[in-house]
């Protein structure tokens, strides 16, 4: 399986290439009041509204420091496509070896929206689940 | 998620749906009584489905429909009549042949089903006579030769994308017009106009491709109503008017449900048992009706049913029950307000919990939903007649015009459909406070006011920003007005509405997003949801300023039982208090501008002659100083004209819970009350009208 992989401060991510839309810089991105807090705003990809998702603050890992440059990894989810705001990209990397479990060392919050890991070159690469991370921002108590 | 499939087994399963629905349709219309022919069509559908199943190697659909036939060859010979039995058996089949092209549509395969308990019942009603293995070839009926084909299939996906491409048509116009005016480039403009001229007719023309007759939406309910009359012991019949009343695609799917919950509800909880229906005179078998029709630029749908009517004292005792609402407040609600009740979720006046309908109401959903396509739904009904629900659905296209508005820098959409007129208000000067809440004197009509930088921010609202000029757009939503306070008015435009995505849904301050001239997307504001997250939309009629929603929670702020007041000064150091409601409108009158007619004093306005009667001098008080320049005048509507009451000044309007307290004999005063800690009289208006005619009767 190959993913797309992309960072996140120092976590490395990765989704399979299938499920990959797109890959592109972040344009100006409209503010939605109101939305969850996950919501980074709405953006414009080539007449299509998408809704952009910082995927930092949906995993509750650190944050990119304000201002900073981001990219952005549409997907396809059900639905429609969606945007998920990334520090970088990364190569396509095709890992060899078995998926194994999230480790214990990541907060929960982010374990639940992660398949398993992999390991590339001695990093770890995180499979997400795109359509866990799609589907809400309901708070898992 | 389909298995790849030939387009022949494509097209099989979309006609054979198509045939389904019909062989249903016709199947419930035949069990009532109607007209024979329709088993000719029903044979037909079943035998087409048989053959190309067949052909295919769809064995098992094949011998289902197989099965089928025989018994509508019986009915259609004159050897079987169409009972109950036949046709739930009939029926079966069709929701057994459902799932197996279902099956085929998603696996390509017929899947794991038994058919052999529908087969079983089919040759039931045969009488179990032995089967032909294979049907004598039959001779063809003869048919009036078809209309020559005018119309043809067309995918849904394919309008869908044609109608993507459209919008985005308008965007680059829209783009094209903003450069050309800007680069001045005059030999452009012709053909920009041009362009202008067929995008709006491309953009129209699509649009009408996707209207659909709301029959299609109906097309289960027959059905339905039959299966549910028989489980809940009701004869009931269904009427449908207007079935080919066309909606657009999107808005008919979403009121599929709607409708159809409200039909279950007319049949579990509005039409009464056969016997207590002969009982009360009315005829045993009960109505459901559907009608749907254009008007004035709206779709009309309307589900009524002749059964038990809303007892409407049995809503007030529920919501008293519920908590909702104070036994008091309860008894004097109005209809639209006891229709509010009904909304609201969890709120049910169904004796116990049917299998049917659930809790019986289910409203607030069919509302929502309702609302996600910027419809609204009413009640009228009378106790022991009928229940009508009437659905609005103000025709829209994916293209509207609207107002641009800018709110902490960025820019916002507001439909045209929903702005009344936009005001350069001096909002220091004509604001008035209501307790907390912002109001603005509108032509003497108080207004409402919404800060949208408040709304937007939220709790994290920064301090009330100075800002002696703003603009105010004065917004419409469910026949109530209200002022949207705005940093600024940019422009009016053609947008394509977009819809927002998943993780948006629940948002009502917005409906939809759309992208401008320049690129950039902005958000739709929905003027009904901010309305509501301002509450500045209640339930009930009475024109009553109501508060911005406070930054704390935790207190309820409604205070049940409160009822809102003008507070006046009728003379100097006099207060009185007159209902909200009962005060149409407020005019400042020049006093050179009241003049005597026939012994009265009235004053002209709006080519309208309005008698008018100094409060004070009626009830006995006047200590009039020097006369005020500028006399503050309620206008009272009563049943026999209007009444201006002129007095000293207005001072507040407040939502008070009052307490009569006695100083009964003084006429025009009900009792006296101590608002805002002033001993303020509460006037009887309906007294003081009297009063006013009287004296004027005296002269």
Known sequence: MSFCTFTLGALLFGIPVERV????????????????????????????ILVALDLARRLGVAERPAGAAAMLVLVSVEGGALALVVDEIGDVVCPSGEREPPPRTLPPRTRELILGVHVVDGQLLLALDVDRVASGERERV | MSAKLDQAVLEFLGESREALALVEKELVALERGGASGGVAAIFRAVHTIKGTAGFLGFTRVEALAHHGEE????????????GREGASALLGMVDVLGRLLASIERDGREGPLDEAPTIEALRGVLGNAPLATRSPPEVAPIEAPAAAETKVRVDVALLDALMALTGELVLVRNQLRALASEAGGAAVLGPLQRLDAIASQLQASVAKTRMQPIGNAWSKLPRLVRELAHVCGRSVRLSMEGSETEL????LEALRDPITHLVRNAIDHGIEPPSVRVARGKPGEGCVSLRAFHAGGSVTIEVSDDGNGLDWARVARKGVQLGLVAGEQAAAMTERELTELLFRPGFSTAEQVTTVSGRGVGLDVVRTNVEKVAGTIAVESHAGQGTAWRIEIPLTLAIIPALLVTSGG????????SVVEVVRADVERGCERVLDAPVYRL?????????????????DAPGEPGRASRNVVVLEANDERYGLVVESVVDTAEIVVKPLGRPLEGLELYSGATILADGRVALILDALGLARRARVVGSGRSRRPARSAPAEEGSSRRRDGAESLLVIEVTAGHRAAVPLA????????ASGAIERLGGREVVRHRGDVLPVVRVARLLGVDRS???????PVLVHAHPGGALGLAVDQIVDVVEERVGREGRPGRPGVLGTAVIQERVTDLLDLDALVRLAGEREGAR
Do not use: C, F, H, W
């Open chain 2, 625 to 631: 100083a020097s006369p005020r320049e500028v006399i």
């Open chain 2, 443 to 459: 032509r003497g009509k108080l207004l409402p006011l919404v800060d949208l930088d408040r709304e937007l921010a939220g709790d």
């Open chain 2, 410 to 417: 960025q820019r916002y959409a507001i439909p045209q459909a």
């Open chain 2, 582 to 589: 009962a005060v149409s409108r407020i005019e400042e009158v």
């Open chain 1, 21 to 48: 839309l797109e890959v592109l810089r972040a344009p100006a991105t409209t503010p939605v009041p109101r939305a969850p807090r996950a919501v980074s705003g709405l953006v414009n990809v080539r007449g299509q």
């Open chain 2, 248 to 251: 657009d695609r999107t808005i």
């Open chain 2, 71 to 82: 018994v509508l060859a019986r009915l259609r010979d004159g050897g079987l009549v169409l």
